[in-house]
Protein backbone atom coordinates (compact mmCIF):
# COMPACT_ATOMS: atom_id res chain seq x y z
CA UNK A 1 0.00 0.00 0.00
CA UNK A 2 1.39 3.41 -1.07
CA UNK A 3 2.51 5.40 1.84
CA UNK A 4 1.43 8.87 0.81
CA UNK A 5 -1.18 10.23 -2.39
CA UNK A 6 -0.77 12.78 -4.29
CA UNK A 7 2.64 14.12 -5.02
CA UNK A 8 3.59 18.14 -3.49
CA UNK A 9 2.08 19.80 -5.92
CA UNK A 10 -1.60 18.11 -5.99
CA UNK A 11 -4.59 19.69 -3.77
CA UNK A 12 -6.77 17.73 -1.60
CA UNK A 13 -10.12 17.73 -3.17
CA UNK A 14 -12.87 18.56 -0.47
CA UNK A 15 -15.02 16.47 2.11
CA UNK A 16 -18.39 16.63 1.84
CA UNK A 17 -20.67 15.02 5.00
CA UNK A 18 -23.96 14.79 5.18
CA UNK A 19 -26.42 14.39 7.77
CA UNK A 20 -28.26 12.13 6.22
CA UNK A 21 -31.95 12.65 4.82
CA UNK A 22 -30.86 15.30 2.20
CA UNK A 23 -33.18 16.86 -0.47
CA UNK A 24 -33.51 14.89 -3.68
CA UNK A 25 -36.66 16.41 -5.37
CA UNK A 26 -36.35 20.35 -4.38
CA UNK A 27 -33.75 22.78 -4.60
CA UNK A 28 -31.24 19.77 -3.99
CA UNK A 29 -28.55 22.27 -2.57
CA UNK A 30 -26.13 20.04 -1.31
CA UNK A 31 -25.97 17.43 -4.34
CA UNK A 32 -25.92 20.34 -6.38
CA UNK A 33 -23.06 21.65 -5.10
CA UNK A 34 -21.16 17.97 -4.76
CA UNK A 35 -21.85 18.05 -8.47
CA UNK A 36 -20.11 21.60 -8.49
CA UNK A 37 -17.42 20.65 -6.82
CA UNK A 38 -17.04 17.22 -8.49
CA UNK A 39 -16.66 19.52 -11.82
CA UNK A 40 -19.92 20.31 -12.80
CA UNK A 41 -20.68 19.71 -16.50
CA UNK A 42 -17.68 17.91 -16.56
CA UNK A 43 -18.12 16.02 -13.55
CA UNK A 44 -17.38 12.18 -13.62
CA UNK A 45 -18.94 10.94 -10.75
CA UNK A 46 -18.80 7.28 -8.77
CA UNK A 47 -21.68 6.39 -6.27
CA UNK A 48 -20.61 3.88 -3.77
CA UNK A 49 -24.03 2.16 -2.14
CA UNK A 50 -22.10 -0.92 -0.47
CA UNK A 51 -23.26 0.74 2.95
CA UNK A 52 -27.17 -0.06 2.16
CA UNK A 53 -29.16 -3.18 1.93
CA UNK A 54 -30.99 -2.04 -1.06
CA UNK A 55 -28.57 -1.17 -2.64
CA UNK A 56 -29.64 -1.29 -6.53
CA UNK A 57 -32.21 0.98 -5.81
CA UNK A 58 -30.51 3.29 -3.99
CA UNK A 59 -27.58 3.35 -6.88
CA UNK A 60 -30.19 4.16 -9.34
CA UNK A 61 -31.50 7.21 -7.37
CA UNK A 62 -28.63 8.87 -7.09
CA UNK A 63 -27.54 8.38 -10.74
CA UNK A 64 -31.11 10.04 -11.37
CA UNK A 65 -30.08 13.08 -9.84
CA UNK A 66 -26.57 13.98 -10.39
CA UNK A 67 -27.61 13.24 -13.86
CA UNK A 68 -30.08 15.34 -13.70
CA UNK A 69 -28.02 17.99 -12.00
CA UNK A 70 -25.56 18.04 -14.89
CA UNK A 71 -23.19 15.34 -14.20
CA UNK A 72 -20.88 14.24 -17.38
CA UNK A 73 -21.24 10.84 -16.41
CA UNK A 74 -22.19 8.52 -13.43
CA UNK A 75 -21.02 5.05 -12.14
CA UNK A 76 -21.58 2.83 -9.62
CA UNK A 77 -19.06 0.47 -7.85
CA UNK A 78 -20.60 -1.57 -5.21
CA UNK A 79 -20.12 -4.99 -3.72
CA UNK A 80 -22.06 -7.59 -1.64
CA UNK A 81 -19.33 -9.54 -0.71
CA UNK A 82 -15.54 -8.66 0.39
CA UNK A 83 -14.62 -10.85 -2.32
CA UNK A 84 -16.00 -8.91 -4.81
CA UNK A 85 -14.34 -5.98 -3.11
CA UNK A 86 -11.04 -7.22 -3.79
CA UNK A 87 -11.59 -7.01 -7.29
CA UNK A 88 -8.66 -4.42 -8.69
CA UNK A 89 -11.70 -3.52 -11.95
CA UNK A 90 -13.87 -2.41 -8.44
CA UNK A 91 -10.89 0.69 -8.21
CA UNK A 92 -11.29 1.61 -11.82
CA UNK A 93 -13.92 3.78 -11.96
CA UNK A 94 -13.10 5.51 -9.09
CA UNK A 95 -9.64 6.31 -10.36
CA UNK A 96 -10.69 7.87 -12.99
CA UNK A 97 -13.57 10.02 -10.27
CA UNK A 98 -13.67 13.62 -10.08
CA UNK A 99 -16.44 13.08 -7.64
CA UNK A 100 -17.33 10.28 -5.20
CA UNK A 101 -20.20 9.34 -3.27
CA UNK A 102 -21.48 7.25 -0.70
CA UNK A 103 -24.60 6.43 -0.03
CA UNK A 104 -26.25 5.60 3.94
CA UNK A 105 -26.86 2.24 4.88
CA UNK A 106 -24.56 0.61 7.35
CA UNK A 107 -21.03 2.32 7.78
CA UNK A 108 -20.08 -0.55 9.37
CA UNK A 109 -20.18 -2.62 6.33
CA UNK A 110 -18.39 -0.04 4.14
CA UNK A 111 -15.32 -0.56 6.10
CA UNK A 112 -15.82 -3.84 6.54
CA UNK A 113 -16.04 -4.68 3.11
CA UNK A 114 -13.84 -1.92 1.30
CA UNK A 115 -11.02 -1.14 4.36
CA UNK A 116 -7.50 -2.85 2.68
CA UNK A 117 -8.60 -3.13 -1.11
CA UNK A 118 -7.39 -1.51 -4.08
CA UNK A 119 -11.12 0.45 -4.47
CA UNK A 120 -10.02 2.14 -0.90
CA UNK A 121 -6.78 2.88 -1.59
CA UNK A 122 -7.78 4.24 -5.39
CA UNK A 123 -10.55 6.19 -3.23
CA UNK A 124 -8.23 7.76 -0.93
CA UNK A 125 -5.85 8.55 -3.79
CA UNK A 126 -7.96 9.95 -5.49
CA UNK A 127 -9.42 12.17 -2.71
CA UNK A 128 -5.46 13.33 -2.18
CA UNK A 129 -5.18 14.27 -6.13
CA UNK A 130 -8.17 17.16 -5.78
CA UNK A 131 -11.67 14.78 -6.11
CA UNK A 132 -14.28 15.20 -4.05
CA UNK A 133 -15.69 12.49 -1.72
CA UNK A 134 -19.10 12.99 0.06
CA UNK A 135 -20.85 10.90 1.64
CA UNK A 136 -24.85 10.90 3.91
CA UNK A 137 -25.55 9.02 6.81
CA UNK A 138 -23.47 5.76 7.18
CA UNK A 139 -21.51 7.54 4.09
CA UNK A 140 -20.36 10.93 6.23
CA UNK A 141 -18.96 8.42 9.58
CA UNK A 142 -17.51 6.59 7.01
CA UNK A 143 -15.01 9.64 5.52
CA UNK A 144 -13.03 10.15 9.10
CA UNK A 145 -10.57 8.01 10.54
CA UNK A 146 -12.14 7.32 13.61
CA UNK A 147 -15.25 5.96 13.25
CA UNK A 148 -18.59 6.21 15.07
CA UNK A 149 -19.38 2.65 14.46
CA UNK A 150 -22.88 2.91 16.41
CA UNK A 151 -24.18 4.27 19.74
CA UNK A 152 -27.03 4.67 22.13
CA UNK A 153 -28.86 8.07 21.75
CA UNK A 154 -29.02 10.58 24.67
CA UNK A 155 -28.19 14.27 25.64
CA UNK A 156 -25.79 12.91 28.41
CA UNK A 157 -22.89 10.83 27.80
CA UNK A 158 -22.67 7.54 29.49
CA UNK A 159 -19.88 5.05 29.25
CA UNK A 160 -19.94 2.87 26.31
CA UNK A 161 -22.62 4.97 24.85
CA UNK A 162 -20.54 4.77 21.52
CA UNK A 163 -18.47 2.49 19.44
CA UNK A 164 -15.48 3.52 17.23
CA UNK A 165 -14.25 1.64 14.69
CA UNK A 166 -11.47 2.36 11.99
CA UNK A 167 -13.43 4.68 8.90
CA UNK A 168 -12.30 5.37 5.46
CA UNK A 169 -9.47 8.10 6.89
CA UNK A 170 -9.68 11.13 4.91
CA UNK A 171 -9.89 13.13 7.28
CA UNK A 172 -7.63 12.57 10.96
CA UNK A 173 -9.19 15.69 12.74
CA UNK A 174 -12.83 14.76 13.01
CA UNK A 175 -14.89 12.31 13.80
CA UNK A 176 -18.45 12.53 12.44
CA UNK A 177 -21.92 12.07 13.67
CA UNK A 178 -25.28 12.21 11.58
CA UNK A 179 -28.71 12.33 11.53
CA UNK A 180 -27.52 14.54 14.67
CA UNK A 181 -30.60 16.46 16.44
CA UNK A 182 -33.17 14.25 14.82
CA UNK A 183 -31.70 11.27 16.89
CA UNK A 184 -30.98 13.27 19.77
CA UNK A 185 -26.75 12.07 19.24
CA UNK A 186 -24.62 14.48 21.16
CA UNK A 187 -24.49 12.52 24.22
CA UNK A 188 -22.64 10.24 22.16
CA UNK A 189 -20.85 12.56 20.34
CA UNK A 190 -19.30 14.29 23.53
CA UNK A 191 -18.68 10.86 24.91
CA UNK A 192 -16.28 10.02 21.70
CA UNK A 193 -14.49 13.40 21.83
CA UNK A 194 -13.73 13.03 25.90
CA UNK A 195 -12.09 9.41 24.33
CA UNK A 196 -9.29 11.30 23.31
CA UNK A 197 -9.46 15.29 22.27
CA UNK A 198 -7.61 15.62 19.50
CA UNK A 199 -10.58 14.82 17.59
CA UNK A 200 -13.17 17.66 17.28
CA UNK A 201 -16.34 16.12 16.80
CA UNK A 202 -18.90 17.32 14.27
CA UNK A 203 -22.77 16.23 14.56
CA UNK A 204 -24.60 16.95 10.82
CA UNK A 205 -27.97 17.18 10.98
CA UNK A 206 -30.44 16.05 8.30
CA UNK A 207 -30.67 17.71 5.38
CA UNK A 208 -27.73 19.45 5.95
CA UNK A 209 -23.86 19.15 5.33
CA UNK A 210 -20.46 20.17 6.23
CA UNK A 211 -18.15 20.79 2.95
CA UNK A 212 -14.60 20.70 3.90
CA UNK A 213 -12.36 22.04 1.55
CA UNK A 214 -8.23 21.87 1.77
CA UNK A 215 -7.58 24.12 4.16
CA UNK A 216 -9.61 22.21 6.08
CA UNK A 217 -12.51 25.49 6.67
CA UNK A 218 -15.52 23.85 6.59
CA UNK A 219 -19.13 25.53 5.36
CA UNK A 220 -22.29 24.22 6.66
CA UNK A 221 -24.81 23.95 3.68
CA UNK A 222 -28.65 23.17 4.55
CA UNK A 223 -31.64 23.76 6.25
CA UNK A 224 -30.52 22.80 9.78
CA UNK A 225 -26.98 23.26 11.87
CA UNK A 226 -23.47 21.15 11.82
CA UNK A 227 -22.25 20.95 15.82
CA UNK A 228 -19.10 21.39 16.77
CA UNK A 229 -17.64 19.76 19.80
CA UNK A 230 -14.34 20.96 21.21
CA UNK A 231 -12.66 18.88 23.82
CA UNK A 232 -8.76 20.32 23.63
CA UNK A 233 -9.44 22.62 26.89
CA UNK A 234 -11.26 19.82 28.68
CA UNK A 235 -10.25 20.28 32.30
CA UNK A 236 -11.26 17.12 33.84
CA UNK A 237 -13.53 13.63 32.79
CA UNK A 238 -13.39 10.04 34.00
CA UNK A 239 -14.15 8.84 30.97
CA UNK A 240 -11.44 6.60 31.29
CA UNK A 241 -12.39 4.76 34.52
CA UNK A 242 -16.18 5.71 34.79
CA UNK A 243 -18.14 1.99 35.16
CA UNK A 244 -20.13 0.49 32.38
CA UNK A 245 -22.97 2.40 31.81
CA UNK A 246 -22.48 5.32 34.25
CA UNK A 247 -22.89 8.53 33.40
CA UNK A 248 -19.44 10.24 32.45
CA UNK A 249 -18.47 13.91 33.80
CA UNK A 250 -17.30 15.93 31.23
CA UNK A 251 -15.62 19.74 32.29
CA UNK A 252 -14.98 22.85 29.84
CA UNK A 253 -15.94 21.18 26.94
CA UNK A 254 -16.40 23.83 24.14
CA UNK A 255 -19.77 23.76 21.43
CA UNK A 256 -20.29 26.09 18.41
CA UNK A 257 -23.62 25.37 16.62
CA UNK A 258 -23.39 26.52 12.93
CA UNK A 259 -25.89 26.96 10.77
CA UNK A 260 -26.57 27.61 6.76
CA UNK A 261 -23.48 29.78 4.84
CA UNK A 262 -21.46 29.71 8.31
CA UNK A 263 -17.82 28.50 8.20
CA UNK A 264 -15.64 26.86 10.90
CA UNK A 265 -11.96 26.61 10.97
CA UNK A 266 -10.85 22.92 11.88
CA UNK A 267 -7.33 23.66 12.75
CA UNK A 268 -7.76 26.73 15.00
CA UNK A 269 -11.19 25.22 16.28
CA UNK A 270 -13.11 28.65 15.76
CA UNK A 271 -16.30 29.74 14.04
CA UNK A 272 -15.46 32.07 11.57
CA UNK A 273 -17.28 35.64 11.19
CA UNK A 274 -19.36 36.90 9.16
CA UNK A 275 -22.47 34.76 10.38
CA UNK A 276 -24.22 34.92 6.97
CA UNK A 277 -22.96 35.65 3.51
CA UNK A 278 -24.22 38.24 1.70
CA UNK A 279 -24.69 36.68 -1.45
CA UNK A 280 -27.32 33.79 0.07
CA UNK A 281 -30.06 33.28 -2.64
CA UNK A 282 -33.62 34.16 -1.99
CA UNK A 283 -34.31 30.22 -2.04
CA UNK A 284 -32.01 29.53 0.64
CA UNK A 285 -33.37 31.63 2.60
CA UNK A 286 -36.84 30.67 2.28
CA UNK A 287 -34.90 27.20 3.59
CA UNK A 288 -33.70 28.89 6.57
CA UNK A 289 -37.27 30.32 7.36
CA UNK A 290 -38.34 26.85 7.46
CA UNK A 291 -37.25 25.24 10.84
CA UNK B 1 -2.36 22.38 16.08
CA UNK B 2 0.38 22.04 13.35
CA UNK B 3 -0.42 20.03 10.84
CA UNK B 4 2.61 18.38 10.09
CA UNK B 5 5.65 17.48 12.18
CA UNK B 6 9.56 18.33 10.97
CA UNK B 7 10.46 19.50 7.82
CA UNK B 8 11.13 17.52 4.99
CA UNK B 9 14.60 16.61 6.07
CA UNK B 10 13.77 14.88 9.69
CA UNK B 11 13.48 11.39 10.08
CA UNK B 12 10.59 9.69 12.42
CA UNK B 13 11.81 7.85 15.07
CA UNK B 14 11.23 4.43 16.06
CA UNK B 15 8.89 3.34 17.89
CA UNK B 16 9.25 0.42 20.68
CA UNK B 17 5.85 -1.31 21.30
CA UNK B 18 6.58 -3.65 24.34
CA UNK B 19 4.27 -6.35 25.62
CA UNK B 20 4.00 -5.70 29.25
CA UNK B 21 5.99 -7.40 31.80
CA UNK B 22 9.60 -6.60 30.66
CA UNK B 23 13.06 -7.72 32.09
CA UNK B 24 14.29 -4.73 34.52
CA UNK B 25 17.13 -6.88 36.72
CA UNK B 26 18.78 -9.34 33.74
CA UNK B 27 20.05 -8.57 30.86
CA UNK B 28 17.13 -6.25 29.97
CA UNK B 29 17.53 -6.40 26.45
CA UNK B 30 14.30 -4.59 25.80
CA UNK B 31 14.96 -1.43 27.54
CA UNK B 32 18.99 -1.78 26.80
CA UNK B 33 17.60 -1.14 23.15
CA UNK B 34 15.56 1.50 23.68
CA UNK B 35 18.11 3.71 25.39
CA UNK B 36 20.18 3.09 22.57
CA UNK B 37 18.25 4.16 20.24
CA UNK B 38 17.84 6.85 22.48
CA UNK B 39 21.22 8.01 21.92
CA UNK B 40 22.79 5.65 24.64
CA UNK B 41 24.94 7.58 26.74
CA UNK B 42 23.85 11.06 25.33
CA UNK B 43 20.12 9.54 26.14
CA UNK B 44 17.93 12.43 27.66
CA UNK B 45 14.61 10.14 28.46
CA UNK B 46 11.17 11.38 29.53
CA UNK B 47 9.20 8.35 31.46
CA UNK B 48 5.47 9.19 31.08
CA UNK B 49 3.90 6.93 34.09
CA UNK B 50 0.61 8.35 33.32
CA UNK B 51 -1.12 5.16 32.53
CA UNK B 52 -0.38 4.20 36.21
CA UNK B 53 -2.09 4.23 39.51
CA UNK B 54 1.17 4.27 41.24
CA UNK B 55 3.21 6.69 39.12
CA UNK B 56 5.36 7.77 41.34
CA UNK B 57 6.53 4.09 42.18
CA UNK B 58 6.55 3.57 38.23
CA UNK B 59 8.44 6.39 37.43
CA UNK B 60 11.03 5.94 40.15
CA UNK B 61 11.72 2.29 38.78
CA UNK B 62 12.21 3.19 35.05
CA UNK B 63 14.05 6.33 36.45
CA UNK B 64 16.99 3.57 38.13
CA UNK B 65 16.45 1.55 35.25
CA UNK B 66 17.52 4.10 32.50
CA UNK B 67 20.30 5.64 35.12
CA UNK B 68 21.68 1.93 35.19
CA UNK B 69 21.40 1.64 31.21
CA UNK B 70 23.58 4.40 30.93
CA UNK B 71 21.45 7.33 29.80
CA UNK B 72 22.42 10.99 30.33
CA UNK B 73 19.03 12.39 31.86
CA UNK B 74 15.98 11.11 33.12
CA UNK B 75 12.54 13.48 33.31
CA UNK B 76 9.22 12.68 34.35
CA UNK B 77 6.27 14.09 32.98
CA UNK B 78 3.26 12.77 35.00
CA UNK B 79 -0.37 14.37 35.17
CA UNK B 80 -3.67 13.18 37.51
CA UNK B 81 -5.72 15.52 36.21
CA UNK B 82 -6.26 16.83 32.33
CA UNK B 83 -6.27 20.30 34.05
CA UNK B 84 -2.49 19.50 34.96
CA UNK B 85 -2.01 17.65 31.54
CA UNK B 86 -3.20 20.78 29.97
CA UNK B 87 0.15 22.79 31.45
CA UNK B 88 2.21 23.84 28.43
CA UNK B 89 5.39 23.43 31.45
CA UNK B 90 4.81 19.85 30.75
CA UNK B 91 5.38 19.61 26.77
CA UNK B 92 9.39 21.13 27.67
CA UNK B 93 10.85 18.18 28.81
CA UNK B 94 9.36 16.51 25.97
CA UNK B 95 10.58 18.91 23.15
CA UNK B 96 13.73 18.33 24.28
CA UNK B 97 13.86 14.33 24.56
CA UNK B 98 15.74 11.62 22.67
CA UNK B 99 13.27 9.20 24.02
CA UNK B 100 9.83 9.03 25.63
CA UNK B 101 8.46 6.35 27.36
CA UNK B 102 4.69 5.40 28.23
CA UNK B 103 4.38 3.34 31.05
CA UNK B 104 1.47 0.41 31.41
CA UNK B 105 -1.75 1.04 33.32
CA UNK B 106 -5.18 2.35 31.45
CA UNK B 107 -4.33 3.16 27.68
CA UNK B 108 -7.54 5.22 28.06
CA UNK B 109 -6.26 7.11 30.88
CA UNK B 110 -3.47 8.54 28.65
CA UNK B 111 -5.55 9.31 25.38
CA UNK B 112 -8.43 11.30 27.77
CA UNK B 113 -5.88 13.13 29.78
CA UNK B 114 -2.97 13.76 27.54
CA UNK B 115 -5.11 13.59 24.46
CA UNK B 116 -4.98 17.56 22.20
CA UNK B 117 -2.23 19.07 25.03
CA UNK B 118 0.54 20.69 24.10
CA UNK B 119 2.22 17.59 25.76
CA UNK B 120 0.77 15.03 23.24
CA UNK B 121 1.84 17.95 20.26
CA UNK B 122 5.32 17.79 21.62
CA UNK B 123 5.21 13.85 21.64
CA UNK B 124 4.23 13.75 18.33
CA UNK B 125 6.80 16.35 17.19
CA UNK B 126 9.24 14.94 19.00
CA UNK B 127 8.88 11.46 17.13
CA UNK B 128 8.76 13.28 13.72
CA UNK B 129 12.19 14.75 14.52
CA UNK B 130 13.63 11.41 15.39
CA UNK B 131 13.36 10.72 19.24
CA UNK B 132 12.59 6.85 19.71
CA UNK B 133 9.21 7.27 21.42
CA UNK B 134 8.34 3.58 23.32
CA UNK B 135 5.71 2.14 25.85
CA UNK B 136 4.83 -1.24 27.51
CA UNK B 137 1.49 -2.76 28.07
CA UNK B 138 -0.56 0.02 27.96
CA UNK B 139 1.41 2.71 26.70
CA UNK B 140 2.48 0.32 23.63
CA UNK B 141 -1.27 0.16 22.83
CA UNK B 142 -1.57 3.80 23.07
CA UNK B 143 1.12 4.53 20.38
CA UNK B 144 -1.21 3.91 17.21
CA UNK B 145 -3.42 5.92 15.37
CA UNK B 146 -6.45 3.42 16.44
CA UNK B 147 -5.97 1.78 20.23
CA UNK B 148 -7.63 -1.41 22.08
CA UNK B 149 -9.09 0.69 24.40
CA UNK B 150 -10.17 -2.70 26.43
CA UNK B 151 -12.24 -5.88 25.88
CA UNK B 152 -12.20 -9.89 26.32
CA UNK B 153 -10.18 -13.01 25.92
CA UNK B 154 -10.71 -15.79 24.00
CA UNK B 155 -9.41 -17.39 20.60
CA UNK B 156 -12.70 -17.15 18.84
CA UNK B 157 -13.43 -13.31 17.51
CA UNK B 158 -17.06 -12.28 18.72
CA UNK B 159 -18.86 -9.21 18.01
CA UNK B 160 -18.47 -6.61 20.16
CA UNK B 161 -15.30 -8.56 22.05
CA UNK B 162 -13.26 -5.13 21.21
CA UNK B 163 -13.44 -1.19 22.14
CA UNK B 164 -11.54 0.85 20.28
CA UNK B 165 -10.35 4.79 20.98
CA UNK B 166 -8.43 7.06 19.60
CA UNK B 167 -4.68 6.33 20.65
CA UNK B 168 -1.34 9.06 20.47
CA UNK B 169 -1.17 8.27 16.58
CA UNK B 170 2.55 7.95 16.41
CA UNK B 171 1.35 4.87 13.87
CA UNK B 172 -1.81 4.73 11.17
CA UNK B 173 -0.90 1.16 10.22
CA UNK B 174 -0.90 -1.09 13.13
CA UNK B 175 -3.50 -1.77 15.97
CA UNK B 176 -0.99 -2.87 18.82
CA UNK B 177 -2.10 -5.55 21.59
CA UNK B 178 -0.11 -6.60 24.34
CA UNK B 179 0.53 -9.43 27.10
CA UNK B 180 -0.99 -11.21 24.20
CA UNK B 181 -0.31 -14.91 24.42
CA UNK B 182 -0.47 -14.63 28.12
CA UNK B 183 -4.23 -12.86 28.11
CA UNK B 184 -5.00 -14.99 25.31
CA UNK B 185 -6.09 -11.70 22.95
CA UNK B 186 -5.53 -13.36 19.33
CA UNK B 187 -9.80 -13.43 19.27
CA UNK B 188 -9.75 -9.85 19.98
CA UNK B 189 -7.03 -8.71 17.85
CA UNK B 190 -8.94 -10.34 14.98
CA UNK B 191 -12.06 -9.04 15.23
CA UNK B 192 -10.61 -5.58 15.60
CA UNK B 193 -8.74 -6.17 12.19
CA UNK B 194 -11.84 -7.37 10.66
CA UNK B 195 -14.09 -4.21 11.41
CA UNK B 196 -11.51 -2.66 8.58
CA UNK B 197 -8.64 -4.41 7.40
CA UNK B 198 -6.53 -1.59 6.73
CA UNK B 199 -5.08 -1.94 9.63
CA UNK B 200 -2.00 -4.85 11.03
CA UNK B 201 -2.86 -6.44 13.84
CA UNK B 202 0.31 -6.61 15.87
CA UNK B 203 0.29 -8.56 19.50
CA UNK B 204 3.10 -8.71 21.53
CA UNK B 205 3.68 -11.26 24.03
CA UNK B 206 5.20 -10.30 27.43
CA UNK B 207 8.96 -9.49 27.56
CA UNK B 208 8.76 -9.00 24.01
CA UNK B 209 8.72 -6.10 21.88
CA UNK B 210 8.49 -4.83 18.41
CA UNK B 211 11.02 -2.23 17.37
CA UNK B 212 9.61 -0.55 14.25
CA UNK B 213 12.17 1.89 11.92
CA UNK B 214 11.40 5.07 10.27
CA UNK B 215 11.22 2.64 7.12
CA UNK B 216 8.27 0.76 8.53
CA UNK B 217 10.69 -2.40 9.32
CA UNK B 218 9.70 -3.84 12.36
CA UNK B 219 12.14 -5.92 14.77
CA UNK B 220 11.60 -8.62 17.01
CA UNK B 221 13.07 -8.33 20.32
CA UNK B 222 13.21 -10.49 23.94
CA UNK B 223 11.84 -13.57 25.07
CA UNK B 224 8.48 -14.54 23.47
CA UNK B 225 6.53 -13.62 20.41
CA UNK B 226 4.92 -11.42 17.99
CA UNK B 227 1.88 -12.34 16.20
CA UNK B 228 1.04 -10.34 13.15
CA UNK B 229 -3.06 -10.24 11.97
CA UNK B 230 -3.38 -9.27 8.30
CA UNK B 231 -6.71 -9.21 7.08
CA UNK B 232 -6.41 -7.34 3.45
CA UNK B 233 -6.86 -10.30 1.85
CA UNK B 234 -10.02 -11.68 4.23
CA UNK B 235 -12.90 -12.55 1.25
CA UNK B 236 -15.40 -12.77 3.76
CA UNK B 237 -16.30 -11.40 7.30
CA UNK B 238 -19.80 -10.83 9.10
CA UNK B 239 -18.42 -8.28 11.60
CA UNK B 240 -21.05 -5.65 10.62
CA UNK B 241 -23.68 -7.58 10.86
CA UNK B 242 -23.26 -10.22 13.71
CA UNK B 243 -25.84 -10.03 16.91
CA UNK B 244 -24.01 -8.36 19.88
CA UNK B 245 -21.64 -11.07 20.73
CA UNK B 246 -22.19 -13.77 18.58
CA UNK B 247 -19.21 -15.55 17.32
CA UNK B 248 -18.12 -13.45 14.21
CA UNK B 249 -16.97 -15.39 11.36
CA UNK B 250 -13.45 -14.25 9.28
CA UNK B 251 -12.66 -16.01 5.99
CA UNK B 252 -8.64 -15.75 4.74
CA UNK B 253 -6.91 -13.67 7.54
CA UNK B 254 -2.98 -14.43 7.34
CA UNK B 255 -1.15 -14.72 10.63
CA UNK B 256 2.56 -14.66 11.02
CA UNK B 257 4.06 -15.59 14.41
CA UNK B 258 7.89 -13.64 14.57
CA UNK B 259 10.48 -14.74 17.53
CA UNK B 260 13.52 -12.54 18.66
CA UNK B 261 15.63 -11.07 15.94
CA UNK B 262 12.94 -11.35 12.93
CA UNK B 263 12.10 -8.54 10.90
CA UNK B 264 8.43 -7.98 9.58
CA UNK B 265 8.10 -5.40 6.35
CA UNK B 266 4.70 -3.66 7.81
CA UNK B 267 4.21 -1.74 4.19
CA UNK B 268 4.51 -4.79 2.00
CA UNK B 269 2.86 -6.79 5.21
CA UNK B 270 5.58 -9.58 5.05
CA UNK B 271 8.42 -11.24 7.33
CA UNK B 272 11.79 -10.32 6.03
CA UNK B 273 14.47 -13.76 5.77
CA UNK B 274 16.85 -14.90 7.28
CA UNK B 275 14.54 -16.09 10.51
CA UNK B 276 17.60 -15.26 12.93
CA UNK B 277 20.82 -12.90 12.21
CA UNK B 278 24.29 -14.19 12.66
CA UNK B 279 25.45 -12.13 15.07
CA UNK B 280 22.48 -12.74 17.88
CA UNK B 281 24.81 -12.99 20.70
CA UNK B 282 25.40 -15.56 23.12
CA UNK B 283 22.93 -14.00 26.00
CA UNK B 284 20.54 -14.03 23.78
CA UNK B 285 20.69 -16.89 22.63
CA UNK B 286 20.10 -18.20 25.78
CA UNK B 287 16.67 -16.31 26.18
CA UNK B 288 15.55 -18.31 22.74
CA UNK B 289 16.44 -21.58 24.61
CA UNK B 290 14.50 -20.53 27.68
CA UNK B 291 11.09 -20.29 26.33
Given at each position: MPSNYGGPDSVRGPLVAVGG???????RIILRRFVDLAGGSAARIVVV?????YAGEVADRYRAVFADLGAAQVDVVDAVLREQAL????ARPIEAATGVFLSGGNQLKIATLLGGTPAAVALRRCHAQGAVVGGTSAGASV??????AFGRPGGSPTQRMVTLSPGL????RLIIDQHFRQRDRIGRLMAAVALNPFLLGVGVDEDTALVLDAENIGEVVGRHSVTFVDG??????DVYQAKQHANVAIHNARVHVLTHGQRFDIVARRPLSPAVPASLPAAELELLDDD
Open positions: AEDKLGDPIASSDPALLSQHMIGLTNAEITYS
